[in-house]
Structure formats: C-alpha cells, structure tokens
C-alpha cells in the first residue's frame, strides 16, 4: 500500500525557513515532486526530484529557485528545505510521487500518487 505523509508546515516569519518531509511507504523508483495550492487555485509545482534521488536530476520553479532545496534521503524520506519564506509562498504543500515521465514535470497529470498536505503559512 503506498503512503505519502507530509509534515513540518507551520508559521513563519518572512525570511524564515522551514523544513518540510515526506514519509513514503509502498513506493520504488518513482519520481517525486512538491505541489502547493492555495485556496481559490490550481496547485503549482514547486520542486521535482528524478526517481535516482539525490543522484538524478532535479528542477524547481522559477518562484522558488535560490531558496528551496529538494532532496532525499535515498530511503523513503522526501524533503524541501524552504529559506527566505515569503508572505506569497503561503500555501498548502503538497507531495506527490509518480513512474512516467512527461515533458513538464509541474503538471498534476504525470503523479500518481498524493499526501494530504502540510500548511505553510508566512506572515509580512
């Protein structure tokens, strides 16, 4: 049975950071990403993982380059180092796993597989 369970949302401050994670279970050799979605939305790709983990290839969001890292543990760990929040990164993190490739790897339609999410919220 495979499982997505995020944590580490919280509030910050502007400029702050935050660790989220993403326990896995049930899944091997998939791709993974990090979603966010705020009320009223679609939900936007912030950060993707190749199915090597650490050792493949990774991409982010332009919003997010140069302050969130995506990494693993190469076990069943996901996470998303967030550094100088800010108050328009409040959203609901999401993460979310998959085994085809497609072209654009920010679109829902290439993951299988959802957590329930993790509240992010930064104030000004």
């Known amino acids: 049975q495979v499982q997505l369970v995020e944590s580490g949302g919280g509030s910050v401050q502007a400029g702050g950071s935050l660790t989220l994670s993403c326990k896995t279970s049930?899944?091997?050799?998939?791709?993974m990403a990090w979603f966010r979605q705020v009320p009223g939305k679609e939900p936007e790709g912030v950060a993707f993982?190749?199915?090597?983990?650490?050792?493949?290839?990774k991409a982010y969001a332009d919003f997010v380059k140069g302050r969130f890292t995506i990494s693993n543990d190469n076990k069943n760990i996901l996470y998303l180092q967030m550094n100088r929040l800010k108050p328009e990164d409040t959203a609901m993190y999401y993460c979310?796993?998959?085994?085809?490739?497609?072209?654009?790897?920010?679109?829902?339609?290439?993951?299988?597989?959802w957590g329930q999410g993790t509240q992010v919220t930064v104030s000004s």
């Open positions: 993982i190749g199915s090597l983990g650490s050792l493949g290839n």
């Open positions: 049930g899944l091997s050799g998939f791709f």
């Open positions: 979310a796993a998959g085994s085809i490739y497609g072209p654009d790897w920010s679109q829902r339609g290439m993951y299988t597989y």
